[in-house]
């Protein structure tokens, strides 16, 4: 009499993101980084509101004019600390899960390695997307309550543009969620990146090193006169393109071009992932 072993049933789609997102979500410094993007645009309303006569830049676009804020603090945090945030987790997802002996658990379970990367890929963008929420909404309120509006729901419109027109409520809002799909978008190739750099190493301050670096690199080469034909071509050289949503008529231009360079450095690091982890040893 023979005997065969069953093959072992796949594990449900649902199931697997779930376990990962509790994961992720579990983790204390992921909720430290969330509570600390949530007072940045507290921090900016009070201080613009304390402020006698702010300089002229961005900033000064919000003065009597909140619902700019969320659009401000996009804009300055992604300079640095939603890309940090991305990052750690990136870290976390496959260095981290090396370095502390669970990778070999998940390579060897029959779970199978794509779709292992797509989670790990779903538990990073969702880190993201949740960070770009907290400080859109935080950005809403605190610019709402301290700052206010320059005319709440009149005519007149609710959002003044950096061209001096204004926009009624439903616009204003649309321009605010377009800015973070936006910005979701540039932190979704940052992942990718990263999650490459992370697959290559067993150690999550490479990653980290690897990321910021990368982008304080980008920022020095954006600032060189000589590279400008290689400025294009740099994830960083559109991120000052959310504060066309503040200009009235919106200038598509720039916002669709970011994109497309952001896309390719998701397809980039994508690509690298998935090559990696199909290769590598349990």
């Known amino acids: 009499m023979s005997t065969t072993s069953a093959a072992p049933r796949a594990v449900p789609w649902t199931r697997l993101l779930g376990a990962e997102l509790r994961w992720v979500l579990r983790r204390p410094r992921t909720w430290v980084m969330l509570v600390l993007l949530g007072a940045v645009p507290v921090l900016m309303a009070l201080g613009i509101v304390l402020a006698d006569r702010p300089r002229r830049s961005l900033l000064s676009e919000v003065t009597g004019n909140g619902l700019t804020l969320p659009v401000a603090a996009l804009s300055l945090l992604l300079t640095l600390l939603l890309p940090l945030v991305v990052a750690v987790a990136a870290a976390d997802a496959i260095a981290g899960e090396s370095q502390h002996g669970t990778l070999r658990g998940l390579l060897m379970a029959p779970v199978g390695r794509l779709r292992l990367v797509t989670m790990k ?139 497309l360079v952001a896309a390719g450095y998701l397809v980039l690091g994508g690509v690298v992932l998935v090559a990696r982890m199909l290769r590598r040893d349990a």
């Open 121 to 259: 890929a779903f538990g990073v963008l969702v880190v993201a997307a949740v960070a770009v929420a907290v400080v859109t909404l935080s950005g809403v309120v605190a610019g709402w309550l301290m700052i206010g509006p320059p005319v709440v729901l009149t005519t007149d419109g609710a959002l003044l543009t950096m061209s001096g027109t204004t926009l009624s409520l439903p616009e204003a809002l649309y321009r605010i969620v377009l800015a973070a799909a936006w910005t979701l978008g540039q932190l979704a190739a940052v992942g990718a990146v990263a999650l490459a750099i992370s697959a290559w190493t067993d150690h999550p301050l490479v990653v980290l090193s690897s990321v910021l670096g990368g982008l304080i690199l980008f920022g020095v080469l954006a600032a060189l006169p000589a590279l400008e034909p290689l400025h294009p071509w740099l994830i960083t050289s559109g991120w000052g393109a959310a504060a066309d949503v503040l200009r009235d008529p919106l200038p598509y231009a720039e916002l669709v071009r970011s994109a």
